[in-house]
């Protein structure tokens, strides 16, 4: 069974730039999309990026685009988001998520595609 496990969350200053790890504890195919989420207290979901492990991508949207990056170490079983200049309203718990291989955009973005996620880690910005 695939698990995902996150690391790098934290609490940071306005400005400052944090990068989130995602481990893969399994894999059975090359063949997936991997994606990163956030999310506030009641509110859904929402795409950040994602990056298709065989290569594809990446894929980017939101407020955050332009001031992240996604990336995979495939020889580490890792995906990354890099995330700078760092606002205040980022503050949300950070989640990456994995889906076979997406076909659309529209798909990539929908958190209700992904079968697979990981616990999620906090990511506080302080003004």
């Known amino acids: 069974q695939v698990q995902l496990v996150e690391s790098g969350g934290g609490l940071v200053q306005v400005g400052e730039s944090l990068r989130l790890s995602c481990e893969v504890s399994v894999r059975t195919s090359n063949s997936f999309t991997l994606a990163w989420f956030r999310q506030t207290p009641g509110k859904e979901r929402q795409f950040v990026a994602a990056i298709n492990w065989r290569g594809g991508g990446p894929y980017y949207a939101g407020s955050m685009k332009g001031r992240v990056t996604v990336s995979r170490d495939v020889a580490k079983n890792t995906g990354y988001l890099q995330m700078d200049s760092l606002k205040p309203e980022d503050t949300a718990r950070y989640y990456c998520?994995?889906?076979?291989?997406?076909?659309?955009?529209?798909?990539?973005?929908?958190?209700?595609?992904?079968?697979?996620w990981g616990q999620g880690t906090q990511v506080t910005v302080s003004s």
């Open positions: 998520a994995r889906r076979g291989r997406s076909a659309s955009m529209a798909t990539t973005m929908d958190p209700n595609k992904y079968d697979t």
